[in-house]
């Protein structure tokens, strides 16, 4: 990898224009021309609307596995009076989610949730996953008789929530509730939400705190085997506090969902998206199913769910010749960095052959707790897709969610011939 290169002076309506042009059809589509122009302005870019941006994948996963850069917590979220996406009540909820915890509290919530997703408890859950991608895929066969269907509404939308909801225990009538709630209240993690987008995500995020507060106060009443359950039982022994106690187990059963629902979603719409794009790896992937660990991977690679994540300098530092105030933002562009061509040969490729490194799941002390069930759930239903359904071929332009953070692709129309 070449030493990381400091930023020329940049154009504020360039960049301005570039995130504009990330949010149009053709930018949702294929993202990468622009993140090019992106990454030619330099390693890291100062940003028209304060802090800076990280293009490569070097910078980045630095920034990302350090242990003394910050996330945005409640705290320093409370300090940005003036804008209006911080101050949200949207935004201070997820100020309290694990991913926006810093230390020490971070840590204190880590050690007590321990490794939710081992090898021991995935086993577990593998036949519940394989049992639940056989059912979507009975009813998307079925409906592939017919005509054309939607695989994100049919199957990549399903599976998560089913698959979250089956192991906190949450009746199965509140799947789609949940579901259409956390699309809403993305909005607030988004770059530049519009005051409607606030308003819909502020008005979601107050019925998921009014569902997960109900949902804890009645696990605490009447304790099993969940998990919720599991972890009013830990925090007992070390908070005396019940309310306090009470308010972590909330904030860690909400998180569990919102990243649970939206980011494994696009992972399983994105794999099949790029495969059917790619009808030679496909059939290849057919005859060498061994193999499908390395397309979930590429496919974290190649379209992550996440383009952009957050962290803030703990103190004035210097990155690529560029000084970061302390407190400022840096806005880590995973999407851009993982087509970085100083760390991969041909990055702008989809190739399940490639088994390179990706920040998919960030990195560090943040890194994703669930990323082994969302890497399960890929491998379950691609396994399923390979043995049942050859012919597959999409049937119409797929449509994203005009984002930039948060991919999410809205339809995947396919048809079996």
């Known amino acids: 990898m070449q030493p990381a290169l400091a930023a020329a002076p940049v154009d504020r309506r360039s960049v301005v224009s570039l995130f504009s042009r990330l949010r149009t059809a053709d930018g949702q589509s294929n993202p990468l021309p622009l993140y090019a122009k992106l990454r030619a302005m330099g390693d890291i870019v100062p940003a028209p609307w304060g802090g800076h941006l990280v293009t490569s994948f070097g910078l980045s996963h630095q920034l990302l596995r350090s242990r003394s850069w910050r996330v945005p917590d409640r705290g320093w979220r409370a300090r940005q009076v003036d804008a209006a996406r911080w101050s949200a009540s ?105 005051p409607s987008q606030l308003s819909l995500s502020d008005e979601s995020s107050r019925q998921l705190h009014e569902y997960f507060t109900s949902l804890v106060k009645e696990r605490r009443r009447n304790p099993g085997d969940d998990p919720v359950s599991s972890w009013l039982r830990a925090w007992d022994m070390q908070e005396p506090d019940r309310e306090a106690a009470d308010e972590d187990v909330y904030f860690l059963t909400l998180f569990m969902v919102l990243a649970a629902l939206e980011t494994t979603a696009h992972v399983l719409s994105s794999m099949v998206r790029l495969l059917l794009e790619h009808p030679r790896q496909l059939n290849w992937l057919r005859v060498h199913p061994e193999q499908i660990p390395d397309a979930i991977e590429e496919t974290l690679r190649h379209d992550p769910p996440i383009h952009m994540i957050s962290r803030v300098a703990p103190e004035d530092t210097e990155l690529a010749g560029v000084t970061v105030r302390k407190n400022e933002m840096v806005q880590i562009m995973v999407g851009a960095a993982h087509h970085d061509p100083d760390h991969f040969a041909s990055p702008e490729v989809f190739d399940i052959s490639r088994r390179a490194s990706h920040l998919s799941f960030g990195g560090g002390i943040h890194y994703c707790l669930g990323n082994a069930l969302a890497r399960l759930e890929a491998e379950c239903l691609l396994t399923g897709l390979l043995e049942r359904l050859p012919g597959l071929r999409i049937s119409a332009p797929p449509v994203w969610e005009p984002r930039v953070a948060f991919r999410r692709l809205i339809t995947l129309p396919v048809v079996r011939v």
């Open 90 to 194: 949207a935004s201070r909820q997820m100020g309290g989610t694990m991913p926006m915890l810093n230390q020490p509290h971070h840590t204190r919530v880590r050690r007590l949730v321990g490794n939710v997703f081992d090898r021991r408890s995935l086993a577990g859950m593998r036949t519940s996953v394989e049992q639940t991608t056989d059912r979507l895929l009975d009813r998307f066969e079925e409906e592939l008789r017919h005509g054309p269907a939607d695989f994100c509404a049919r199957v990549s939308e399903e599976l998560p929530v089913i698959t979250i909801g089956e192991w906190l225990q949450i009746p199965p009538a509140d799947y789609a509730l949940l579901r259409s709630l956390t699309h809403d209240q993305v909005y607030t993690q988004e770059l530049f939400p519009t």
